[in-house]
């Protein structure tokens, strides 16, 4: 097999770039390792090269990757973007998915640039500049591709950061999206002196207690479903309660289902208590976890998606609710 190459930088995306001065870029709602770890790499080598940069998020994040915002410049959500020449939204494509009620559309002023390599539906592709790849594996890996084409070295923090945005995007280096393109990046960011063993700490290392406590609620609630190729676990509010744990704590345990033999689906099941049911599914080929995501309105990637379940009160239900649709997607 040949190697493709990657999609170049589009010039408008340089250009933008290269003549903002005040920038505020915002990661999706409940930011993961991949978002926030482009986030600072973009904000630090944007910081390094003399711009000012801002970060606002939406959501809640774990804990292990709050270090990611250290040094940086992070706001409150704006009302008003008018301070800003430009307002990038980074693993994100729609301004709705941040989850602030009623915002669809910037109110005035500055362009809108969309990093990102979720796949898109036509309806959704907002009026901005696009540097969109869903063939790559991370956004972090398409901010290096722009760091490349700005002919920036960024700062060695960046670096790292980059290098733990795609080994939080492909399960560190072991889903079907850690392709030659991704390795080659990473290869480029430990040339440049990223250390993968720090960034393994920071994923995979260096949890709270309370974190493992909940892994045992989850893992006790855990059942298998048609013939064994689902697997579901469910979380309440009194588990968090118990192991005096946050939703964020539960990073990566819906990984835990889709390792056992003959799981091809696995859910995670999420009720915060606040009034919304939350849902993550890992999958395994063939079985397409976005598509059944996207029948309860959510979206992701094919072997990693998640929704809300708007109708569901309880895990309860929202198992009820996974288990009468998901059959026909195994
Ligand atoms: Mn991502």
Known sequence: MTAQAAPAVPPQILELLGQARHILILPHNNPDGDALGSARALALALADSGRRVDLSLTGSWAQSLSFLLEGLS????????S????????DCHSLARLERIGLTALPAGPPLMVIDHHPVSGEEKAEAFWLHDPAASSTGELVWRLLSALDQSPPLEAKEALLLAIASD???FSQNNTTAGALRTAADLVEGGARLERVHRHLREGFPLRRLKLMGRALDSLELYFDGRLAVAALAPADLKA???VMADTE???????????????ALVKDDGLGRVRVSLRSREPVNASALAGTFGGGGHRQAAAYNDHLAATAEEAVAHLLARAESFL
Request: without cysteine; negative net charge; glycine residues 10%.
């Open 170 to 172: 492909t399960g560190f």
């Open 83 to 90: 301070a800003y020449d430009l307002v990038t939204l980074l």
């Open 74 to 81: 992070v706001i409150d959500f704006p009302n008003d973007f």
């Open 243 to 245: 192991a005096g744990a």
């Open 252 to 266: 990566e345990f819906v990984e835990i289902g889709r390792s056992l033999a003959g799981v091809s689906l696995s």
